[in-house]
């Protein structure tokens, strides 16, 4: 039975009573503006655009930052991006808490997200530096991060209706393509204006900057009648606080690099280049390998030793002699070695006619001409007459060699960074072994830095599996040195492990490969070469041997589509 008003009895005709309006929730509100609603329709699109380009640039400088400090990129960017995911729901559940005042709520939002986004870098940095460590800081930045990331769109929504109320589907469409475009900005900028022009940290400050002034902007100002006079003081004097926190970062950021440096390098950092490849640093005084005195000269490239003035003859000597005293070696290819260090060995070699170098970043070759030090390590090789030096990517380089008419090489060294560095795979793939097998001549050798044999075997065997599947015959051999995974592995060097800035106490080795077409090539030093100073015969006999010891059979070739050196970084 439908029960009728007892104001209108059943059967009677007339009008119905009028409905009666519910009061609107003060979030349902029109807002009180200083400008039209078109403008200020406009103005929170706009603020939508900036914010979504700002937390892009902390999402991508928490990826950068975390893969530059502790080396293994896809771990850091999955990390980075799964926890930042899940936080953005985590927030945009949290906001709904905000709705009812969200003018104030998007203004603490902003200026906490200003703060904790535009401060990571430094703050990640300085953990890294002075702790030691990484990824604790790493997921904590991006947990927190994204929670404010995602609670932005939810309050956004809610001020955006207020100044013209619409259809929920038309709203979104307008917020999500300001917020796209805004992230393709974000996105493009970081790679190319902020780290060319600022560097990570102060890149990251100004952004946060930004950040903090767009969100006050829209709240003081364009949403002030939404506020208080008391919630107007307190999120002034919070936004103030924060772009004097982060502008006092930008001033005091020099300062602070070279005390991290300093701490992190365990000597006196000599020189820093940062190009548009990687950070160069060149030190003095900083114990390296496993011996109480100073090696002296230090070369970091992203943090990770790559040549230590103690013992790079040793490493040098092993990696390009035996290549060079097993066949005929008139045209010879250096791949990486813009130091000019392996190429110094090479030229010891009276024969070589031609030798090219395929240097990655021509500012660590700019280094190895300019620096007195560097140069006098390397003998001013790199000028020698006979040297062509190219600028590119090695791989690139290999793929294109037919095309440049060169007659094939009777050596190839490949000095470049070990499998364990990021993006180092690809520069172990059979892919690209079998690019340089194409290019060497029937009696031609190949010599390979395939990363630490005794540390990460599994690493090792798998590039000297990878080089056998592209028809090369191998002779491997490990020479002790200096701790591998220091050299130029993952790992950063750090002065709070017990073992000093280098690992001191603790030896390593240096795991190399030669290869060759049909026979595998003879391990030698050659009666007629240079005479040894650093690595002589008795040391190739004990080099092959230890090799051979720790043997690892039935490992799988590394391909582009399927890098195995991280699963075998063990």
Known sequence: MIETPASVPAGASGPAPPRKELPRAPSQEPARLPVPAGVGRFLVLAAVFV???????????????????????????????????????????????????????????????????????MALYAYFAWVGGSVAVLIGFSLVIGVLIGAEMPLLMTLIQRIREQDAGGAVADLFAADYVGALVGGLAFPFLLLPLMGQLPGALAVGTVNAVAGGVLVLWLFRGDLSTRSRRALLLVNALVVALLITGVAVVDSFEEAARREVYGGEVRTVRNTAVQEIVLTEGVRHSGGSEPAGFGMFLDGRLRVCGGDERRYHEALVGPAMAAGPHGRVLVLGGGDGLALREVLRHPEVESATVVELDPGVVELARADPVLGRLNHRSLDDPRVRVEAG???????????????????????????GVPDGSRLYSQEFFGLAARALSERGRLAVHAGPAGERPRAYWTAETTLRTVGLRTAPYAVDGRLSGFTAGPERPRRHDGAGAGGRGRTGDWGFVLAAHGAPPALTLGPDGPAPRAFGPADLRRAAARAERGRIAGLRPSTLTHPRYRDSAR
């Open 393 to 419: 990517d090695a791989f690139d380089w290999l793929r294109s060699w037919p095309d440049s008419g060169r007659p094939p090489y009777d050596v190839i060294v490949s000095d470049l960074p070990d499998p």
């Open 51 to 121: 914010c979504a380009a700002c937390g892009l640039v902390y999402e991508l400088e928490l990826v950068a930052l975390g893969s530059h400090l502790a080396g293994d990129s896809v771990t850091h960017t999955s990390v980075v991006l799964s926890v930042m995911v899940f936080a953005m729901g985590l927030g945009s559940l949290l906001a709904k808490r905000l709705r009812a005042r969200a003018a104030a709520g998007f203004g603490i939002v902003e200026a906490l997200l200003a703060l904790a986004g535009g401060g990571s870098a």
